[in-house]
């Protein structure tokens, strides 16, 4: 497998009129591409994980609404819009937590209300160039947090970060790791300590490979020697992302965090949460209303052809947890670092 820098990575792309889309569930044994023709193969690949993270899945609906109304734009009007609204609904129903989805899927349906009398060829070349754009602006918001992020760290700093939040969890950069990649770009010499991040193994798989592949020093420990470590005095910061942050700046991300988040308390470790604008839920005021997606029990009984539970056991699943906002140090916005978030300093960041 040849080497692939974070620059380098481009976790879905539109090519030959489909969408490629990295699978995630192979790396780091493979590195090869899934190619969709449709809204349901889309909604399939984020299902199944072929893409995740909240701000890829964002993109990828996006191209999922782009590619129904290229594959239906010889129908008639009132038939395409039947089709399209089918469309909207199964992608809207892969996975329940990353707000992302959602908001893209608005988007894309404000670009179809643009123009309400437009024939369906000319509305599928709209949600094409809408479907690039995002994915244009999520590199652009990457980096904007990144240069904001980048300031938090000292120089030397020993960064813990739970799950994947680098360019494989979005169109290019990433969020908790844009903001590594930005402090070693401005010169900061900055290692990376990552939790395997169970059942899925997103920390092992991916952030590990991201890194490697960067070039930035990174260490692997399992999730449940964070404790021991901080204890040490081996970690100095950890930075995370985020599926969806409510109104008064509760996270929900990868199941763990929370774990994470008290114990970076319980050490006096800041808590950075990486966090564009469009993962903030203004329409959900704590952390208690955020769905919590429960996964199969397999990615809990083993991985891939290996089993070490018990046949018969009880199994729960879920994919994320809810971090309380008293726990976070401080969201990185592509706007502005949040410090302390409270419902009304989240508010501030859409006063103008």
Known sequence: MSEVTGRD????RWKDGRLEMIDQRVLPARFEYISCDSAAGVADGIRSMVVRGAPAIGCAAAYGVALAAWKLRDLGSERFRE???????????????????????????????????????????ELLEEA?????????????????????????????????????????????????????????KISVIADETRPFLQGARLT??????????????????????????????????????????????????????????????????????????????????IPIEERDADEVMGYRDCRWAAQGVAVRNPAFDVTPADLVTALITEKAVVKRPTTDRVAALFAS
């Open 83 to 125: 089709e399209m609204e089918r469309a909207f609904e199964v992608l809207a129903g892969s996975r329940p937590t990353a707000v992302n989805l959602f908001w893209a899927l608005q988007r894309m349906r404000a670009r179809m209300a643009v123009k309400p009398d437009a024939d369906p060829p000319e509305v599928a070349e």
């Open 208 to 289: 590990a490979w991201e890194m490697v592949q960067a070039k930035i020093p990174i260490t692997l420990i399992s999730d449940n020697m964070a404790g021991h470590l901080m204890s040490r005095g081996e970690i100095d910061a950890v930075v995370v992302g985020t599926d969806r942050v409510a109104a008064n700046g509760d996270v929900a991300n990868k199941i763990g965090t929370y774990m994470v988040a008290v114990l970076a308390q319980r050490h006096g470790i800041p808590f950075y949460v990486a966090c564009p604008l469009s993962t903030i839920d203004l329409g959900i005021a704590d952390g208690s209303e």
């Open 9 to 12: 990575v481009e976790t879905l």
């Open 132 to 188: 690039h754009g995002i994915v244009s602006e999520d590199i652009r918001i990457n980096r904007a947090m990144g240069a904001l992020g980048a300031e938090l760290l000292p120089d030397g700093a020993r960064v813990l970060t739970h799950c994947n939040a680098g360019a494989l969890a979005t169109a290019g950069h990433g969020t908790a790791l844009g903001v590594i990649r930005s402090a070693v770009e401005s010169g900061k």
